[in-house]
């Protein structure tokens, strides 16, 4: 089982809906968890940090933490254009010494105008 | 946020030589730095965390024999991709987080390597 998964996607939704992205995760120590956009051939770029259950809204960016499903997901209201891109879902994942960030395959959302 | 510094943004090389990338943190101090590396349309995976002052720690399957890690100061941490061959071609990313914590990484720019 791979540390934290999501759906690969491509997600394709229509301008001004509402898209939704999971992920979930193996380790159940874990605290942190995170939610980066990442635009083709650049760095990731840290749009929410979460790391409580429930959800934590953020402009229109809603993260959802469930720790005893060990899921994670986020919202993204009013979805636009300019939203496409890839969404990695990080968590923070002890390791033997020390603890790391680990990052899911991504998922691929499109928004079509 | 913090800056962090990514340099070379792209290099090509020949196959067999040796490339560095150094990866600056600009406004903090970094005493921790992750390197991580990622092919095309898949996602970032974990080569090793560098540590000032004592060696890295590598993931499992990472040589680190071929991929040098130093960490000199709190605000340098270099990656020598040594005898480069074409599979080593790839988007090579640093990262460090926020102070005293595993927490918020803050990315460089990347530098994608081609080799040739």
């Known amino acids: 089982q791979k540390e934290v998964e999501q759906n690969s996607g491509p997600l394709s939704v229509p301008e001004g809906a509402i898209a939704s992205l999971n992920c979930t995760y193996s380790?159940?120590?874990?605290?942190?968890f995170f939610w980066y956009r990442q635009y083709s051939g650049k760095s990731p770029e840290l749009i929410m940090s979460i790391y409580s259950n429930g959800d934590k809204e953020d402009g229109r960016f809603t993260a959802q933490l469930n720790k005893a499903s060990q899921y994670v997901s986020l919202l993204i209201r009013d979805s636009q254009p300019s939203d496409s891109a890839t969404y990695l879902c990080a968590v923070n994942i002890r390791g033997s010494s020390a603890s790391k960030i680990i990052f899911g395959s991504g998922t691929r959302l499109s928004i079509r105008p | 946020g913090a800056v962090v510094s990514q340099h070379p943004s792209w290099v090509i090389c020949k196959s067999g030589t040796s490339v560095k990338i150094e990866c600056r943190s600009l406004?903090?101090?970094?005493?921790?730095m992750f390197w991580y590396r990622q092919f095309p349309k898949q996602s970032l995976m974990l080569m090793a965390t560098?540590?000032?002052?004592?060696?890295?720690?590598?993931e499992q399957g990472v040589e680190k024999d071929k991929f040098l890690i130093n960490h000199a100061s709190l605000t340098l941490s270099t990656l020598t991709v040594t005898s480069a061959h074409p599979e080593d071609s790839s988007f090579y990313i640093c990262?460090?987080?926020?102070?005293?914590?595993?927490?918020?990484?803050?990315f460089g720019s990347g530098t994608q390597l081609s080799v040739l």
């Open positions: 990262s460090a987080p926020q102070r005293d914590s595993n927490e918020k990484l803050f």
């Open positions: 406004d903090f101090q970094a005493t921790t």
């Open positions: 560098s540590n000032e002052g004592s060696k890295a720690t590598y």
């Open positions: 380790d159940r120590g874990s605290q942190s």
